[in-house]
């Protein structure tokens, strides 16, 4: 939990202080981070270092099920390959990959990629369902 007069750069998720313009570590400009697009700051959001972060966004993006997400998803599993639960919770979502365009290419990555056993084949059952 942030104290009340510090919050997150939208850029490098350093913590800054509330009524900073740029943030003090990477110069990002935090008005800059407003005229981005809701999709573009969750997709971002998927590189941010805390777990619960990545779930929420996560669990926004499966329900939104744009174009691009399912390969975004997918990425963010191979990149934190340690949170298990968090790569489970991206392929439950995919089962479902008719929904999602590139579903089942993402489920492919996973099932050939991902650093961890359990989680390739989660992601092998998933696609055999099809």
């Known amino acids: 939990?942030?104290?009340?007069?510090?919050?997150?750069?939208?850029n490098c998720f350093s913590l800054i202080p509330l009524d900073a313009e740029t943030c003090p570590v990477c110069g990002e400009s935090v008005s800059n981070w407003s005229a981005h697009d809701f999709r573009e700051k969750l997709f971002h959001a998927l590189d941010h270092p805390a777990d619960e972060v990545r779930?929420?966004?996560i669990a926004i993006l499966?329900?939104?099920?744009?174009?691009?997400?399912?390969?975004?998803?997918?990425?963010c599993a191979l990149r934190h390959p340690m949170s298990y639960e968090e790569s489970m919770l991206i392929i439950n979502a995919l089962k479902d990959a008719e929904a999602f365009p590139d579903g089942w290419r993402a489920l492919e990555i996973l099932a050939q990629d991902h650093a961890s056993h359990p989680v390739r084949?989660?992601?092998e059952v998933a696609l055999n369902r099809r």
């Open 1 to 10: 939990m942030t104290p009340q007069n510090e919050t997150y750069c939208m």
């Open 55 to 57: 779930m929420r966004v």
């Open 62 to 75: 499966v329900q939104r099920h744009e174009a691009g997400t399912a390969l975004k998803l997918a990425e």
């Open 121 to 123: 084949m989660a992601a």
